[in-house]
């Protein structure tokens, strides 16, 4: 051993540094590396792990803490683990699994910006809950947050932000969950699987970035968004794609408003979008935009009795411009639907007892008026193009349970095409232009407890047109397919197609007072329907008894002359001579 520290001490080598150890500058050059980085790698993260919690628990008056704390002060890199932040009663309210921050100095240097080359996240959750009030919890801390120093200087709203570069985002494994302790039993949301990857973020002028994020929606679903974003000035352009969007996940919103039990159907969007924003303008075009809704089904809460199904709805390729106040609508169409209306004992339809009751809000002292502004002008008006709506393969279901009516009812296939233009908004009155027309109704049918009132195969209206500002409506072709109406009267001279309206006592009629005269009122304009001389149909009797009369349609192609429908006395016979047309 003696002999190893001898043949040290007597190295070439170590002899010539031997002098540079008594020198000054040498203990200077090597123990300030060595301080720079006992303080870089163990007294940063002890200030970070032992004060940060504190300051931020003093800010927003929650307990925070965090896991292990890393930082190479050499590569400037820090690493955070386990980061949590709670409530009062130790219910999270944000953790993070790593945080990963990777600072570049000498890009900091020639940018004359702060910049990042990466800050990542990973597996960030964030939990919503809306207590028993309706107050959310994040409202909460917000509340709880120091107010604005009222003798500083509100910063101008036109000021640019303040310069910032960070090359790549990552937010990886992502999770936010939404509980509503309002509603009981509670209701949990849960979106997880959230990634985001964001490039090239800049606050300096001029500069943008392409990102990406992607996220997993609940109950299954995808959410997709591709685009540029520049901050300086505002701006953005890119696309949107969701995928698979349950109306499940939408139901857990509003059951507390609507009774329904929970649906189901798949929602689908996708558009393209440019944004941009500057100190007097704001613009926004969609094009391209395709929603579609797959597989709907609809039913009440209670007894889950069903209300619509909707095999396919999808609107095709529409654009919307923010500037012009258009949208245009190239294709409506729904295909493959049923509707079912009824009507309880009580004469409620079924779709009215949808709407919860709303509790009645507590009548509050009467407020002083607000004061007079100025008046606004008018806006412009949106203009609304729609160029085909197409229904078809869709039927509705009629039944009314009231005493003395018991009615069912119903049409096996509605077909209906037609193009629209409207316009509302502004000064002038709306404007609505509906043409080409089509309307398809087959299987028609009405029953009146066991008796059969309407059966008609097919009914069309054809090149019909609607015109709201002239008011005026062209309808030159009705078409009519085989069928029959019956009719019966009773002893007492009552008709049954009359007991399908219920009878409700007479109200007293109070004593009408003329109205103020105004000579600038503009009179009332009648609405105008043009038709053909006459609608083809051909009816004729086919047989009766006493209190019953029934018609016949052959089909389309006969001819209808007049458009009231013949009696039939107590004996059976028509008035006005039995067969021949209508009338």
């Known amino acids: 051993m003696n002999s190893v520290l ?33 303080l870089g790698s163990l007294g940063l993260p002890y200030l970070i792990k032992h004060y940060v919690p504190q300051e931020v628990g ?46 570049e100095l000498i890009r900091t240097l020639i940018n004359r910006a702060p910049t990042f080359a990466e800050l990542r996240l990973e597996g960030p959750t964030v939990s919503l809950i809306q207590d028993q009030d309706g107050v959310l919890n994040m409202a909460r801390v917000a509340a709880s947050l120091p107010p604005k120093d009222s003798d500083k200087e509100p910063t101008p709203q036109d000021a640019p932000p303040p310069s910032l570069i960070v090359q790549k985002i990552i937010l990886a494994g992502g999770e936010v969950s939404f509980e509503n302790q309002s509603q009981q039993p509670p209701v949990v949301n849960r979106a997880d699987q959230l990634n985001l990857e964001l490039n090239n973020i800049s606050t300096l002028p001029g500069r943008h970035g392409l990102y990406e994020i992607a996220a997993a929606l609940p109950e299954g679903g995808l959410l997709r968004w591709e685009g540029d974003v520049s901050l300086n000035p505002v701006k953005s352009t890119g696309t949107l794609n969701v995928e698979g969007l349950k109306m499940l996940t939408l139901w857990h919103f509003v059951q507390d408003h609507i009774a329904l039990s929970e649906p189901a159907g798949d929602i689908s969007l996708s558009a393209q979008y440019n944004f941009s924003r500057d100190k007097s303008n704001t613009l926004l075009t969609v094009e391209n935009a395709v929603f579609g809704l797959a597989g709907l089904k609809l039913a009440t809460a209670e007894s889950a009795v069903p209300l619509a199904d909707l095999d ?90 009231r005493p003395g009516i018991e009615a069912q009812g119903g049409i096996g296939n509605i077909g209906l095409t037609l193009n629209a233009e409207a316009s509302t908004g502004g000064a002038a009155e709306p404007l609505v232009h509906v043409g080409n027309l089509a309307l398809r109704l087959q299987q028609i049918h009405l029953n009146q407890a066991k008796t059969s009132l309407l059966a008609l195969d097919e009914l069309r209206l054809e090149e019909l047109s609607l015109d709201l500002p002239e008011q005026t409506l062209n309808a030159p072709r009705l078409l009519l397919g085989k069928g029959q109406v019956s009719a019966s009267m009773d002893e007492t001279g009552q008709l049954n197609w009359q007991k399908l309206i219920p009878s409700t006592p007479p109200a ?54 007049s458009r009231s429908l013949s009696q039939c006395d107590r004996h059976g016979r028509r008035k006005g001579g039995a067969g021949g047309p209508l009338g």
Request: with cysteine; net charge positive; hydrophobic share 35%.
């Open 508 to 561: 007293a009629i109070p004593a009408k007072t003329p109205p103020a005269s105004d000579d600038t009122a503009s009179p009332t304009r009648p609405w105008k329907v043009n038709q053909s001389e006459s609608w083809p149909i051909h009816a004729e009797r086919s047989r009766s008894r006493p209190g019953y009369c029934q018609s016949e349609s052959p089909g389309c192609g006969s001819d209808w002359s």
């Open 6 to 38: 001898h043949r040290l001490r007597t190295h070439p080598m170590l002899q010539r540094l031997q002098p540079l150890i008594y020198k000054p500058w040498f203990w200077f050059a090597v123990g300030l590396p060595l301080v720079y980085s006992l």
């Open 58 to 103: 003093k800010l927003i008056q929650r307990p925070m803490s965090l896991g292990k704390v890393t930082f190479n002060p050499f590569l400037f890199r820090l690493d955070v683990q386990d980061t949590v932040l709670t409530e009062t009663d130790n219910q999270p309210i944000f953790t993070l699994k790593r945080l990963h921050v990777d600072f």
């Open 312 to 401: 396919t709805l999808r609107i095709d390729n529409t654009r919307l411009d923010l500037a012009a106040q258009s949208v245009d609508i190239p294709t409506i169409e729904l295909r493959k639907g049923k509707i079912s209306l009824a009507i309880d004992p009580t004469g409620i339809l079924n779709w009215q007892t949808l709407a919860k009751p709303t509790p009645v809000a507590v009548a509050s002292a009467p407020t002083m008026p607000p004061p007079t502004t100025a008046p606004t002008p008018p806006a412009t008006p949106w203009t609304i193009k729609l160029g085909q709506f197409k229904l078809d393969e869709f039927a509705v279901d009629f039944a009314d349970t």
